[in-house]
Nanobody, 117 residues
Framework: HVQLVESGGGLVQPGGSLRLSCTVS????????MSWIRQVPGKEVEWVAG???????????SYAESVKGRFTISRDNAKETLYLQMNSLKPEDKAVYYC????????WGQGTQVTVS
């Protein structure tokens, strides 16, 4: 049974920071590329950031232009946990944030709400 459980969302003022976590079970976490994706109600899903499953020396990250320089994605394979450090938050970052496993986003969590106001 695959489970991805996000946490760390909440209400923050513009310019503030939040750290999202996603704990994964039921799959071999270290073998999966991982992503953060967000959705505003009534709008399309937006890919936010991704991190490869490669060993740390070769691991790469990528970001949507809208968050580049403000958000940092990371992973701890020993803890089977994905992170998203979000700094300099803007009102337009308000969304439900999901973690997804696999290059095809085959597995998703239930999401955590981030509100910037």
């Amino acid at each position: 049974h695959v489970q991805l459980v996000e946490s760390g969302g909440g209400l923050v003022q513009p310019g503030g920071s939040l750290r999202l976590s996603c704990t994964v079970s039921g799959i071999t976490f270290s073998n999966h590329d991982m992503s953060w994706i967000r959705q505003v109600p009534g709008k399309e899903v937006e890919w936010v950031a991704g991190i490869t499953s490669l060993p740390s020396l070769f691991r790469t990250t990528s970001y949507a232009e809208s968050v580049k320089g403000r958000f940092t994605i990371s992973r701890d394979n020993a803890k089977e946990t994905l992170y998203l450090q979000m700094n300099s938050l803007k009102p337009e970052d308000k969304a439900v944030y999901y973690c997804a496993a696999g290059g095809d986003f085959g597995y998703w969590g239930q999401g955590t709400q981030v509100t910037v106001s």
